[in-house]
Nanobody
Framework: QVQLVESGGGLVQPGGSLRLSCAASGFTFSGHGMSWYRQAPGKERELVAIITPTGGTNYLDSVKGRFTISRDNAKETLYLQMNSLKPEDAAVYYC??????????WGQGTQVTVSS
């Protein structure tokens, strides 16, 4: 059974940093692309960053240069390093994995609040 468990969210001041983690289990983590999404109140869920099995990355324009997605295949963990956070980055952040059979798997989310 696929499980994705996010952690690392919290309250941070504008300009601060957070590192989110997503612990994965139940599938071959190293062989799958992974992604981070976020959803703010009243807004649609949006793709923030994606990483391929070989480490290729792509980002939402508004986070380029501030966020870094990475993965540790040995630990089966996905990361999102978020620097220079802005109030508009506040949202619930989710990790996602599409596994064999086109199964769409999501974590429970972790809340990020950016406020002074």
């Amino acid at each position: 059974q696929v499980q994705l468990v996010e952690s690392g969210g919290g309250l941070v001041q504008p300009g601060g940093s957070l590192r989110l983690s997503c612990a994965a289990s139940g599938f071959t983590f190293s062989g799958h692309g992974m992604s981070w999404y976020r959803q703010a109140p009243g807004k649609e869920r949006e793709l923030v960053a994606i990483i391929t099995p070989t480490g290729g990355t792509n980002y939402l324009d508004s986070v380029k240069g501030r966020f870094t997605i990475s993965r540790d295949n040995a630990k089966e963990t996905l990361y999102l390093q978020m620097n220079s956070l802005k109030p508009e980055d506040a949202a619930v952040y989710y990790c996602r994995a599409i596994t064999l059979g086109n199964n769409d798997n999501w974590g429970q989310g972790t809340q990020v609040t950016v406020s002074s």
